[in-house]
């Protein structure tokens, strides 16, 4: 998938394979360790992009909504997945730093919903964002669709600091 070229244009997601399909997409495209931010409205599909996001890294644990507990940690055969919601945090400013650059140097991805405060913060992030369609004539409920609002090339999570290397963690450690 070429995220640069699906900026132009809103993703249709009528199906849960087309969601699937986008999270495989996606996970080809972002690099170890990668923030990801998720918005959009409730209902709008960032709980169930993730599960498929974790369905696609090996994750056996059911995947829920972290909103109440703030953070869910599931463990894949490529990393773990690190998932965080910032809904009651007020767009997620308050993540930035330690924890949040800790999670991104260990983890496989780092998924934060309602997260758009954290991308001054963290230019590096890639953002994803869902919304409804208006139904065609006739449909019964409005269309789900995603469009890559931030995309980057092969880059590490560098933190809020911006004074964090990229590379890998055996990479930073040096030789």
């Known amino acids: 998938m070429n995220v640069g070229a699906e900026a132009e244009r809103a993703i249709p997601l009528t199906t849960l394979a087309d969601t699937e399909r986008l999270a495989g997409e996606a996970l080809a495209a972002l690099p170890p360790g990668a923030l990801l931010v998720l918005s959009g409205p409730l209902g709008s599909g960032k709980t169930t992009f993730t599960q498929a996001l974790a369905s696609r890294l090996g994750v056996e644990a059911p995947v829920t909504s972290p909103t109440y507990t703030l953070v869910h940690e ?28 800790d999670y991104g140097w260990r983890a496989r991805l780092v998924v934060v919903e309602w997260g758009e405060g954290l991308l001054e913060a963290y230019p590096e992030a890639w953002q994803l964002a869902f919304s409804f369609a208006p139904a065609a004539p006739g449909g019964a409920a409005p269309l789900r669709q995603a469009r890559w609002l931030r995309t980057h090339g092969p880059t ?9 290397p990229t590379g890998t963690p055996g990479e930073r450690a040096g030789p």
């Open 156 to 164: 590490r999570h560098t933190g809020g600091s911006g004074g964090e």
């Open 74 to 101: 599931y463990p894949s055969p490529e990393g773990t997945l690190v998932h965080l919601d910032a809904y009651r945090l007020g767009g997620g400013a308050g993540l930035a730093g330690a924890m949040l650059d």
